[in-house]
Antibody, heavy 126, light 111 residues
Framework: QVQLVQSGAEVKRPGASVTISCVTS????????LHWVRQAHGQGPEWVGR????????YYAGTFRGRVTVTRDTSTSTVHMELRSLTSEDTAIYYC???????????????????WGQGTPVTVSS | QSALTQAASVTGSPGQSIIISCNGT?????????VSWYQQHPGRAPRLIIY???SRPSGVSSRFSGSKSGNTASLAISGLQAEDEAEYYC???????????FGTGTQVTVL
C-alpha cells in the first residue's frame, strides 16, 4: 500500500535551517508529484511547494521562494525539504503529500492530495 | 495568495444536516471548478473527501456533498454522526498557479 513516512520532530533556533525527509513506497515514485504542506497550530494548511521526481522540477509558493528547497533521491524514493532562515512563524507541522489516484480533471500538479505523511513537527524557539 | 475564508465553527445534532461555506475570490474558487474539501481529526493528517466541487473519492460516505456558487463553495453533511466531529478545510486551485490554496477551517461539533 501507499506509504509516506516522514522524519522525526525537530527543534531549531531562529536563523537556523531544517531538513525534513519523506520516504515513499507502494507506488512508482517518478510518476507522481510530491508536495509539502505545513500547518501551524490552530491554523489552516498552507501549501509550501512541490517536486516532480522524474525530472526534479520544482515549484514553490511565493511566500517561501528563496528560502525553501525541495529535492529528491530516486534511488531511495525519498523527498527532502530544506527551509532556511527559520523564525518562530515557521513553527508548524510539515506534511508531505501526493496525488496517487489523480482524482478529477485539474491535471498536472493540481490534482487533490489523497495520500499524506504522518507529519513532522518543527519548533523554532530561542 | 490569501487563505480562503471559512466560519470558525458549526454545531449540529446527530441526524441533522449542516452546511459549511468557503469564501474565495474570482482568482481561485470563482475561477475554477477545482475545489476540494478535507476532513481532519485531531492529531491526524487531512483526508480528502470532495474534489472538483462535488465529486467524492471512492470510500467516502454519500452523506458528504459539495457545491459552488460564484466565489463561494459549500460542503454539506447530512445525517450527522459523532464520527463527523472534526475540522474541515476547503482548498482551491488559484490563478497564480498555486495548486492548493486552503481555507481557514471550520470545526464541526456534534452535540
Amino acid at each position: 500500500q501507499v506509504q509516506l513516512v516522514q522524519s522525526g520532530a525537530e527543534v531549531k533556533r531562529p536563523g537556523a535551517s531544517v531538513t525534513i525527509s519523506c520516504v515513499t513506497s507502494g507506488f512508482t515514485f517518478t510518476n507522481h508529484y510530491l508536495h509539502w504542506v505545513r500547518q501551524a497550530h490552530g491554523q489552516g494548511p498552507e501549501w509550501v511547494g512541490r517536486i516532480h521526481p522524474s525530472g526534479g522540477h520544482t515549484y514553490y509558493a511565493g511566500t517561501f521562494r528563496g528560502r525553501v528547497t525541495v529535492t529528491r533521491d530516486t534511488s531511495t524514493s525519498t523527498v527532502h525539504m530544506e527551509l532556511r532562515s527559520l523564525t518562530s512563524e515557521d513553527t508548524a507541522i510539515y506534511y508531505c503529500a501526493t496525488q496517487i489516484n489523480r482524482w478529477g480533471s485539474c491535471g498536472g500538479d493540481c490534482y487533490p492530495l489523497d495520500h499524506w505523511g504522518q507529519g513532522t513537527p518543527v519548533t523554532v524557539s530561542s | 495568495q490569501s487563505a480562503l475564508t471559512q466560519a470558525a465553527s458549526v454545531t449540529g445534532s446527530p441526524g441533522q444536516s449542516i452546511i459549511i461555506s468557503c469564501n474565495g475570490t474570482n482568482n481561485d474558487v470563482g475561477a475554477y471548478n477545482f475545489v476540494s474539501w478535507y476532513q481532519q481529526h485531531p492529531g491526524r493528517a487531512p483526508r480528502l473527501i470532495i474534489y472538483d466541487v462535488n465529486s467524492r473519492p471512492s470510500g467516502v460516505s454519500s452523506r458528504f456533498s459539495g457545491s459552488k456558487s460564484g466565489n463561494t463553495a459549500s460542503l454539506a453533511i447530512s445525517g450527522l454522526q459523532a464520527e463527523d466531529e472534526a475540522e474541515y478545510y476547503c482548498s482551491s486551485f488559484a490563478r497564480s498557479g498555486t495548486p492548493s490554496v486552503f481555507g481557514t477551517g471550520t470545526q464541526v461539533t456534534v452535540l
